[in-house]
Nanobody, 119 residues
Framework: VQLQASGGGLVQPGGSLRLSCTGS????????VAWFRQAPGKEREGVSC?????????YYESSVKGRFTIARDKTKNAVTLQMNSLKPDDTAMYYC????????????WGKGTLVTVSS
């Protein structure tokens, strides 16, 4: 079982990035997937979550609602996080995780990908 996050980088304020969380060794569609982030000196926070593919639920933390979109890419066994209108406060290490059910405790953490929003 492995989760690999990718797509981070340096972007200017107002720009966009698309993060991808790719699963290996298991069908990611069967699990809930969540993105967390942790900025330097701050606590880790949940950013967005999507239920397994048969229930269609999603969640966004209030500061990203309307700017970020979580979606499944079934052809790649992945979950993407499209991030638009990025702000310096979005700078953080972003982690993708999986859980057996929507809202349940995370049972696996992937390695993070760094997002830096700066001019």
């Amino acid at each position: 079982v492995q989760l690999q996050a990718s797509g981070g980088g340096l972007v200017q304020p107002g720009g966009s990035l698309r993060l991808s969380c790719t699963g290996s060794g298991f069908p990611l569609d069967d699990f809930s997937v969540a993105w967390f982030r942790q900025a330097p000196g701050k606590e880790r926070e949940g950013v967005s979550c999507i239920s397994s593919s048969d229930t269609g639920k999603s969640y966004y933390e209030s500061s990203v609602k309307g700017r970020f979109t979580i979606a499944r890419d079934k052809t790649k066994n992945a979950v993407t996080l499209q991030m638009n209108s990025l702000k310096p406060d979005d700078t953080a290490m972003y982690y993708c995780t999986k859980a057996p059910r929507y809202g349940s405790v995370v049972d696996y953490w992937g390695k993070g990908t760094l997002v830096t929003v700066s001019s």
